[in-house]
Every structure is written in C-alpha cells, then in structure tokens.
C-alpha cells in the first residue's frame, strides 16, 4: 500500500472508534427536539412575516411604496 492508502484506511477507522463514542439520542429525545425546533421556525416565519407586513403598510402610508 502506499501511504494514502494507508492514510484512507486509518481515518475510515478512527472514524468508526469516534462513531461509537457519540451519544446517540434516544427516539424520544429526537421527536422532542424535532418537534421544538419545527415550533421555533414556525415561530420565527410568523414574526419575520409580520415585520415585513408592518413595515410594508408603513411605507404604503408615507407614499414610499
């Protein structure tokens, strides 16, 4: 082999011995996080979308737009 290959194969098993010390979440641990981060982006696009709108209706009323 020569030393890439053998560089490869050194990072492909370093990096099975790091995957098995990640703490994998549990099932419910991910639909927890799953379902607050899609309550934030909701949140976030409900604000963003009345910003826009407000500041939209602003420069309507000052004959900007």
Known sequence: ?????????????????????????????????????IILLIALGAYIFGVDWAITRIMRFIGFL
Do not use: C, H, Y
């Open 1 to 37: 082999m020569d030393a890439n290959s053998k560089k490869a194969v050194e990072f492909l098993i370093d990096t099975q011995g790091e995957l098995q010390k990640v703490s994998w979440p549990t099932r419910d641990e991910l639909v927890g996080s799953t379902g607050v981060v």
